[in-house]
């Protein structure tokens, strides 16, 4: 059953832009925190971004000052702007949540996942 949805995953240009969406499906994770996290084919799967619907966010060395994470809360659905992309970031892209969220900015605490987007970056 799958209860985080995302979206906007695709075929980009290097240095163009995506957003990816992650909305819930039957339930609500209004007392989670939520995070972006992605997998590149043969690596292990990392934290990219990560927020609190309190406001406060996290993003990696790797896509701080390109990536921005962002949420409405209303909708419990948790965006990621990606700008200036890299081929290093195709990847699929996967939304998780995880109601510890004393530990949010760990990779590790994150157990409610969706299916997952590609996102690839080529000429």
């Known amino acids: 059953q799958v209860q985080l949805v995302e979206s906007g995953g695709g075929l980009v240009q290097p240095g163009g832009s995506l957003r990816l969406s992650c909305a819930p499906s039957?339930?609500?994770?209004?007392?989670?925190?939520m995070a972006w996290f992605r997998q590149a084919p043969g690596k292990e799967r990392d934290l990219v971004a990560a927020i609190t619907w309190s406001g406060m966010t996290y993003s990696s060395d790797s896509v701080k000052g390109r990536f921005t994470i962002s949420g409405d809360a209303a909708k419990e659905t948790v965006y990621l702007q990606m700008n200036r992309l890299e081929p290093e970031d195709t990847a699929v892209y996967y939304c998780?949540?995880?109601?510890?969220?004393?530990?949010?900015?760990?990779?590790?605490?994150?157990?409610?996942w969706g299916q997952g987007t590609q996102v690839t970056i080529s000429s």
């Open positions: 998780a949540a995880t109601s510890n969220v004393y530990n949010w900015m760990s990779k590790f605490v994150y157990d409610v």
């Open positions: 039957g339930r609500t994770f209004r007392s989670y925190a």
